[in-house]
């Protein structure tokens, strides 16, 4: 009776390890099977999903204009302090003077990309960017200024 | 440890320090094992490498902004965290949730359910020696977070859900894209049970091993798969409704063993449920809006407020006391893994130092919940 239990015990495992090598084997010999990705050597062909949230950018049209109207709803809706809007008065056209972003500060190393800053904004100024390779050797390169130099408030924003 | 002039202390006990950087532990857990041999006389746990503040940092944040940090804290049902923290604030200010944005949500919940216990039966194969399951199983979880990643901006850490709903409607092909991921893991669940369920030294790791009795497990307040596991009624999903669960159809399973083999079943049973309460919303997705009626600035009224959830290893509860401002005058997270954690000193007691391996493999800790 021992015997008889030992040597099934035996089998039973024996058997079990062939059943998981057999779907080893399947895979190892079912090459158009495999998922992974070769991440860095397919760089020229990955697309991130459209709403991936990579870094926050500030889309500008081809005349150098935003529309980022420094309401400074980002600023406040940001749970970290990432976002540091500095305005200053311009003189307008028509004389009057009126508050225009000077800088729009961004600090990628603070930044969690929750996406609540992107839901704050009225104007739909800014809008979450897709790419994510953001390494830099020193922390200095994590400051960016998001407003092009020369860049100016369309007409017509408010 | 660092106080003593050798490892062996006045009983002839060897103390030996698991952690805070192990393989097997996940995260920075520090386990300090009293050993005789190789039997354990004692286990405590030493907690706070990971310790963040959270609840702190909630009262200096608004009641939008609360709910990002929360996906730190079990990062692997972020989903679920948030959703907790989104449905304290719809109580106290007793918004309705849009019909769809609760089906959404449902959905999105039990997919982080299942990528959840995924990720946990490839660390139980990892934890146990065998690296091989855990290929297996992060090919399911990447078709899951690929989904997260194309509806919700994230992999991982999502924050897809805001007070009174969801933060944007999912794309046009969201349903489809769900029917495949739920195909594909249905297809490729009978792999799971061939490569690790029916490996019979896998069985002898987890069969009898660290039994956490149903008297225990109410003690220590267990909660999740791991009191399911010993025969304890406790899933949130059921007893306390939110979210339209209360219209789903769908078992509660438990199992009466208390050891790591029945805690490995329940879990592997669940992922099953899961599919199925998917199965059961998504070709009925509710047409309307996404997000109720709330004000851009939250106050929540003066008073007290508890809301629990069910994440993937257990209940998680947000308790909230408003002062009437425009943030928490107090928050504290009721988390699953903490209570869970208590139980390990005690049903690994008179264990081998393997079997340790095996029942915190089963207990299923993410660190950074414990810690918060």
Redo the contacts between chains.
Sequence with gaps: MFIKEYFGGIFKAIKSLLTGMKLTGYYFTHLNKIVTEEYPDNRATLKMPERFRGEVIMPHDENNEHTCTGCQACELACPNGTIKIITKQEVQADGKKKKRIDAFVYHLDMCTMCNLCIDACPSDAIIMGQNFEHSQYERKYMKKVLNKPGSRLKDGVE | MLFEPDHYNEEGEFVVNMGPQHPSTHGVLRLKVWLDGETIKKVEPHLGYIHRSIEKMTES?SY???I??TSRMDYLSAHINNQVCALVVEKALQVEVPARAQAIRVILAELTRISSHLLWFASIGLDLGGV?PFFYAF?ER?AINSLM??????RL?Q?FM?PGGI??DV?PNFQQRVKEVLKQFKDNYH?YD???T????FQNRLKGVGILTKEDAIAFGCTGPTARASGLNCDIRKLYPYDGYEKLQFDEITSTGGDCWARYEVRMAEMKQSVKIIEQLIDNIPEGEIVGNTKKVIKLPKGEFYQRVETARGELGVYIVSDGGTTPYRCKYRSPNFANLSAIPHIARGHKIGDLISIMATIDLIIPDIDR
């Design positions: 944040l939008r902004q609360f990002y940090v091989t090919r990447e990643d194309e509806n919700c901006g994230a850490t924050n805001v933060m944007k794309l792999e061939e490569i690790l029916g490996n019979v030294i």
